[in-house]
């Protein structure tokens, strides 16, 4: 069995993990990451979603429109709302997945208080759209980055997480680099490195005993979940929603909330096993790359709709867009390659946030309905492995019709 994703987490983060704490390891953990993405600061939070909801925060917005992707992860909008704002949506660039900047100016009222870009599947945000948006703004709006999909998205060499007032990440065991859960505010300016630091030591607890605990054994657990064999035994657990379980405790795109524990600080062990994970970040990297490249010369196929190529995607996903989804996860499974489909809805569709008809946002609505995603974790021989076993079911899906 091809798992869809596979962390690359061995022997050296277990050894972190089973480090026993020594104080200052949340520390360490942001320093480090912010020598990565070459930021002055970075602050270490419980999730992605916990970053971003205090970032709003400490931005001082609140009953605010925030201008959200309409495909990004869910917990995003989750973040606006349960800050005390409002996400006000925007559908996704035509042939790409990242938000349509062109489609902003018109959505900017009296009322936004930040934007949200994002990088989605490592695809850099356009920046010098960006630019020429927010020359037509009425006033300054923070730009805020999500970044939670790539740890390095360049937009022509310039780092996209540094156009803006900050970024924030998420660490989470499905991204790129893995801290098991985890997320990150990284920004430049002082002054707001030092509001958001204040509101993190007042809203946050302190990871507790338990909880490093617990993020021990989730670790030790998903060790052995990842290896081919057992992949394969538990695969039939994880179509119905296992592994997002474990990534995603509550159902997220059904109910609007944030974890239980997402005030409680980050946990040492995962500073740690984050620390370790992180010198892995080329590495892991190329490996994506070169599988992206082994897709692109070798499966340009019909009604197989190939993502844009962009020598600066870091590829938190390969994603394809095909008609037959169900067919395709189906007939590739009974092959022993499983495919994922990241993200498979638009958000303001989702009956949380409006239920907005798929009209309202069509190409979030296409992206949302045909999306699958190749493994891309293995570099070029795993690649190569998935190419065959692709190429031998769009014969027999094309051999139907
Ligand atoms: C994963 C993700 C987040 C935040 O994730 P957490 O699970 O809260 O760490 C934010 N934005 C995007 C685009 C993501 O994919």
Not at 177 to 197: K, N, P, Y
């Amino acid at each position: 069995m091809i798992p869809r994703l596979r962390p690359l987490i061995g022997a050296r983060e277990v050894r972190a993990a089973l480090t026993p704490p020594r104080g200052g390891d949340c520390e360490r953990f942001e320093v480090a990451f912010a020598g990565l993405v070459g930021a002055r600061y970075a602050l270490a939070f419980p999730y992605g979603r916990s970053a971003l909801l205090l970032l709003l925060e400490a931005l001082g917005l609140r009953d605010c429109e925030v201008i959200t992707p309409a495909i990004t992860c869910v917990v995003v909008p989750h973040a606006v709302v349960c800050s005390g704002n409002r996400p006000v949506f925007v559908d996704v660039e035509e042939g790409g997945f990242n938000m349509d900047l062109a489609l902003v100016p018109p959505r900017v009222t009296g009322r936004t208080g930040a934007i949200i870009a994002t990088s989605m599947y490592g695809y850099p945000c356009d920046l010098d759209m960006l630019e020429a948006v927010r020359a037509r703004f009425p006033r300054d709006i923070p730009v805020i980055q999500d970044c939670a999909l790539t740890l390095d998205a360049r937009w022509k060499g310039r780092p996209v997480h540094k156009a803006g007032v900050a970024a924030c990440y998420s660490l989470n065991i499905s991204k790129v680099v893995s801290s098991i859960f985890g997320g990150v505010v990284a920004t430049d300016s002082e002054a707001l490195h030092a509001r958001l630091q204040v509101l993190r030591d007042e809203r946050l607890r302190p990871a507790s005993w338990g909880k490093g605990l617990k993020r021990l054994l989730y670790l030790l657990a998903i060790l052995p979940v990842f290896s081919p064999p057992i992949y394969a035994l538990v695969n039939k657990l994880e179509r119905s929603g296992l592994l997002n379980r474990f990534t995603y405790p509550i159902e997220e795109d059904q109910v609007i909330g944030m974890p239980r524990d997402y005030l409680e600080g980050m946990a040492g062990i995962e500073a740690r096993v984050g620390i370790a994970n992180l010198r892995r970040f080329d590495e892991v990297v190329r490996r994506r790359r070169e599988a992206a490249e082994v897709y692109f010369q070798h499966l340009n196929l019909d009604g197989f709709v190939l993502p844009p190529r962009l020598e600066n995607s870091t590829y938190s996903h390969f994603v394809v867009r095909v008609s037959r989804r169900d067919e395709w996860l189906e007939r590739c499974l009974r092959r022993g390659l499983q495919l994922g489909q990241v993200v498979p809805y638009s958000v303001p569709e989702l009956p949380s946030y409006g239920a907005h008809r798929p009209d309202e946002f069509p190409r979030a609505a296409q992206v949302a309905r045909t999306v699958i995603n190749l493994p891309i974790w293995g570099g070029r021989r795993l690649a190569e492995r998935v190419v065959d076993i692709v190429r031998e079911v769009h014969r027999e899906i094309e051999g139907q019709v």
